[in-house]
């Protein structure tokens, strides 16, 4: 990349618009035979503004292609054992075909045995170890969503996988080792590392794909990034601006200095409007994917 020029946008919302609009598609096939629609199950707990505000774009989401939202709410106080109850339940209702379980849930609570309690036929998070496990050992299941967003959104640009040094920072079960379990089976040569990785800065700079997803504010700066390299920022974070014109105003950013970034890499996420709309769009697919299982009989 010559230098003074500007990354290209990964547009996760153009991209994610046009998901929609082929699972749109493909619910208004099965109505038209006279088929039921998709369910989804949201289970939201407490009285978190951020999961209340992504559990309402998740259920407009799901409006918008035909898929059916049933939302089961509980108070900050629940037991877990209401909880796993509701759940039961859901896991044998025929018309639920995906069940997600909003995160983060109150402290009390047991986050991993509640996630764990959902079928993993009806796992559109594609976070049940048996699905993970499905994952790792390169098999279909349902895969969780921000990584399979990350590997869509990187198709649609038609970004090469084969041979190319692809660098995963964040070794979470939600974004960093299922990402990094995809772009293997994409060919790519893969590097995992994280915040306690020695010369971390020095790793970045040698992926021709960077995925970063470390969860810490504008961490991976400029200098950290191969020239040319595509850079797929899955953090957001809302802090407010300390100095300048701006100054105590509020602003969102990365786990990636865009603007640093952007001089250097060939394309880039934006944040917002990157990652967070393939999430989103994937859990629509997962959906879909369940239903056609279920309605298949598998």
């Not at 992504?54 to 292609?65: D, H, R």
């Not at 509701?86 to 044998?92: C, G, P, T, V």
């Not at 964040?170 to 990094?180: I, M, Q, T, Y």
């Not at 020239?227 to 701006?246: F, L, N, W, Y």
């Amino acid at each position: 990349m010559q230098a003074g020029t500007t990354a290209g946008m990964l547009d996760g919302k153009e991209v994610a618009a046009r998901v929609r609009d082929d699972l749109k598609r493909r619910v208004e096939g099965f109505s038209g035979k006279g088929c039921r629609a998709p369910g989804l199950a949201v289970i939201l707990i407490g009285d978190n503004p951020a999961s209340h505000l992504y559990v309402k774009n998740k259920v407009q989401a799901c409006k918008k292609v035909g898929i059916e939202s049933f939302l089961h709410q509980f108070p900050q106080a629940v037991a877990a054992e209401e909880v796993l109850a509701s759940i039961e339940r859901l896991n044998s209702d025929c018309s639920v075909d995906g069940i997600l379980v909003q995160l983060p849930l109150p402290a009390h609570l047991p986050t991993e045995r509640i996630l764990d309690a959902v079928l993993p036929g009806k796992d559109v998070d594609g976070l049940h170890p048996v699905n993970m496990g499905l994952l790792a050992c390169g098999k279909q299941g349902l895969r969780p969503c921000t990584p399979q967003g990350v590997i869509v959104l990187l198709e649609h640009y038609r970004v090469p996988f084969e041979g190319r040094h692809a660098v995963v920072i964040g070794r979470s079960n939600l974004v960093g080792k299922p990402v990094a379990f995809m772009l293997l089976e994409k060919n790519a040569t893969v590097t995992i590392c994280h915040s306690r990785s020695r010369e971390l800065d020095a790793i970045a700079r040698t992926a021709d794909i960077l995925v970063v997803a470390a969860g810490r504010p504008c961490m991976v700066r400029g200098s950290w990034i191969k020239p040319g390299a595509v850079v797929v920022d899955v953090g957001i974070h809302k802090r407010t601006i300390a100095e300048g014109p701006k100054a105590g105003e509020s602003e969102v950013v990365g786990d990636v200095d865009f603007q640093e970034a952007s001089r250097v890499a060939s394309l880039i996420t934006p944040v917002p409007g990157g990652v967070g709309p393939m999430t989103v769009a994937m859990l629509l697919s997962n959906t879909l994917t369940a239903y056609e299982r279920h309605i298949a009989g598998k």
